[in-house]
């Protein structure tokens, strides 16, 4: 324990050492927290005599990678997180020397499964989207690789048309949302899985009907401009943005929706988190006054900002909570 300690006051004194080395704080993360990130930094830059913040989407899983890594002016001072972080990441800190982490829900998100507005108009279920893209499905009793092709292969009242998603990779928080709210909930619900292990539920088929399209969400919605019957899976704020040229399926017959996924309606939604970690406050000037400027009001009020920009705000009173939070900056525990 002592030396644990020694080590991180060790690597503190080293941080602040050569705080010179960098005046900019760095934000990392998931492509979802990406644009709320980047549009308070765009405001800090503004309002501040402080550089605005470099911000890199890296998934949710990369940012917590580069998050985990150390402490020290090479290592990020913040990562957004589309999900909470995994057991194993909070070890991989702590065995680095980033002890004390902060944890802050931020607001919420759905999860949309969208399309070209001139392609079908979807209503699935998550059993039926458990069977048009998991690795491996059930026939007649056993596990075997999907066989369906058309979406009218799962259901006669699905569209003809070839299965074909643009998703996440494995290292983003939406692919593990995905997984967890979608694919494993979907599975259950199907006769084979009430007898047998779900574990199996997440894996996604990998003979091209899925598609990873990196962590450029951007990038997906012009794949599907380019391609009306295809259906990309990518957090809700893209959806709202680009709300001209896409549309978004209905899943267990409710839609992605601003009112949806606040009142809970929406199955596929999830809370939005960013870390601090608090070895680089005072140390990487700014951070406490960049968090000041994303817990306001005019940040992710009802009619903030951020909300603008596809954000699911927090009520009143969490709001009040996440700034006493941002204040008090006291870290967390699994």
Not at 22 to 51: N, Y
Not at 53 to 76: D, I, R
Request: glycine share 10%; aromatic share 8%.
């Amino acid at each position: 324990m002592k030396k644990t300690f020694a080590l991180a006051a060790l690597a503190t004194l080293a941080l602040a050492g050569t705080a010179e080395a960098r005046d900019q704080i760095r934000i990392v993360g998931s492509s979802t927290v990406f644009p709320f990130s980047s549009a308070v930094a765009e405001q800090f830059g503004q309002k501040t005599s402080f550089p605005s913040p470099v911000v890199e989407s890296t998934g949710t899983g990369g940012g917590m990678k580069l998050f985990c890594a150390g402490v020290g002016t090479e290592h990020p001072d913040l990562t957004g997180a589309s999900r909470q972080i995994k057991k194993s990441e909070f070890a991989d800190c702590q065995a680095n020397g980033v002890t004390d982490i902060v944890q802050l829900r931020i607001g919420k998100d759905g999860i949309a499964f969208a399309s070209s507005k001139s392609g079908p108009d979807l209503n699935v279920t998550r059993a039926q989207l458990f069977l048009a893209l998991a690795k491996q499905v059930p026939v007649k009793g056993k596990l075997v690789d999907n066989p369906n092709k058309n979406w009218s292969d799962i259901d006669r009242g699905l569209p003809d048309e070839e299965i074909e998603v643009l998703g996440p990779p494995p290292t983003s928080g939406t692919r593990d949302a995905w997984v967890e709210l979608v694919m494993t909930e979907g599975c259950k619900e199907l006769d084979y899985f009430k007898s047998h292990s779900t574990d199996v539920c997440g894996a996604m088929r990998e003979d091209g009907a899925f598609i990873e399209a990196g962590e450029n969400d951007n990038l997906i919605v012009q794949k599907l401009e380019a391609n009306p019957v295809a259906f990309g899976i990518f957090g809700f704020s893209f959806l709202d943005q680009n709300s001209d040229k896409l549309q978004g399926a209905r899943i267990e017959g409710v839609a992605p929706t601003f009112d949806t996924i606040t009142d809970g309606s929406y199955e596929a939604s999830r809370p939005l988190f960013l870390y601090v970690k608090k070895a680089h406050v005072g140390v990487i000037p700014g951070i406490s006054e960049y968090l000041s400027e994303l817990t306001s009001e005019n940040a992710l009020g009802d009619y903030g900002y951020l909300v603008e920009k596809g954000l699911i705000p927090l009520p009143p009173e969490d709001r009040d909570t996440l700034r006493a939070a941002a204040t008090a900056l006291t870290p967390f525990s699994m």
